[in-house]
């Protein structure tokens, strides 16, 4: 006997009721309206199977039968999820579909998020420009130490006359100056071979940043504020504001931890898709966390929001 497998699924959407949720997130029950338009002349009917969870070994599906044509599908409270599998004549069963998620489905896909790879600059230059607010660049240290090394055509002592910030002047074989805390600095040096030629004077201006940019986060209205816990609607939005005094802001990241799952890998924040992004992507209990980084690849520690899930009423 041979089996159905593959099937034409057409997916007209004509409306969907809106998923009330806040933060704690609550879930009601829908409905959809699609079309299901076979590819052979003996389907039947189709099998639909409704899901909690997208761990199918967990728990037995709400069924439901419905013949070719326009589909009005009702999603009881707490199904999430629910797949589609064609019926031929004489009971032959084609494929089931991949899970569509409820919350997500009929509306357009959402664009990949870009995977952002912890970094620091891909350069041995120990100092790098970095553009700044006013179009012209500024030289940021890339390393903790700086050593001025004579480049000499042939063998001969030197010694370098050097300061800091217009300190004293200091002379030495080689200076190794060591840098550590933030700020604005000017190194001015000046080497002298042993027959008491000197070079020109090199002037370096540069700032020295470690620390990395601070992240701050607040719910755009509707929402209420109960103690440490924030119930929000369908309507709010996650507002994140991050701060770099320093070489600048490169990029808010991001990454979730669904349920008991490990969590994900680190992605770009868009601030006007990551929010819906992310509470559509996990039925359960989620954690968010958030982690700018600057031009330097320093990187913030990452603060966490605890996304709980509960029911209308609770």
Same mark, same amino acid.
């Given at each position: ?35 299901? !338009? ?7 009917? +189709?099998? &639909? =199977?409704?899901?909690? %969870?997208?761990? @199918? ?118 200076? !190794? ?7 604005? +600095?000017? &190194? =001015?040096?000046?080497? %002298?071979?042993? @027959? ?119």
């Amino acid at each position: 006997m041979n089996r159905v497998s593959q099937f034409r699924f057409y997916l007209i959407l004509l409306w969907m009721t809106s998923i009330g949720f806040v933060f704690p997130i609550f879930s009601e029950s829908k409905t959809i309206k699609f079309t299901l !338009e076979p590819e052979r002349d003996d389907i039947i009917q +189709y099998e &639909l =199977e409704l899901w909690k %969870t997208p761990n @199918l070994e967990l728990e037995i599906p709400f069924r439901v039968l419905a013949s070719p044509g326009k589909i009005q599908l009702y999603i009881p409270h707490g199904y999430e999820y629910f797949r589609i599998r064609a019926v031929a004549k004489r009971q032959v069963r084609g494929f089931w579909t991949e899970l569509y998620a409820v919350n997500s489905f009929g509306k357009p896909k959402q664009k990949e998020p870009s995977k952002i790879i912890a970094r620091k600059p891909a350069t041995t230059d120990v100092l790098v420009p970095i553009p700044n607010k006013e179009g012209t660049s500024h030289f940021y240290l890339t390393e903790n130490k700086i050593q001025v090394k004579p480049i000499l055509s042939q063998p001969m002592k030197t010694s370098v006359r050097y300061r800091v910030n217009d300190g004293p002047w200091l002379v030495t074989r080689q200076p !190794e100056l060591t840098f550590l805390k933030d700020g604005n +600095y000017k &190194l =001015e040096y000046q080497v %002298t071979n042993e @027959l008491g030629i000197s070079d020109s004077m090199q002037v370096w201006e540069f700032s020295v940043d470690n620390t990395p940019p601070t992240t701050e986060f607040s719910w755009q209205p509707p929402f209420y504020q109960k103690a440490s816990l924030a119930f929000v609607g369908p309507t709010t939005k996650l507002k994140l504001n991050s701060v770099d005094v320093g070489s600048g802001l490169d990029v808010i990241r991001f990454r979730t931890t669904c349920g008991m799952n490990p969590s994900s890998e680190w992605y770009s924040w868009d601030h006007e898709t990551s929010w819906t992004n992310v509470i559509n992507s996990c039925s359960e209990d989620m954690d968010l966390e958030i982690s700018a980084t600057d031009q330097l690849g320093n990187e913030e520690i990452p603060k966490k929001i605890t996304i709980k899930r509960t029911q209308k009423g609770n």
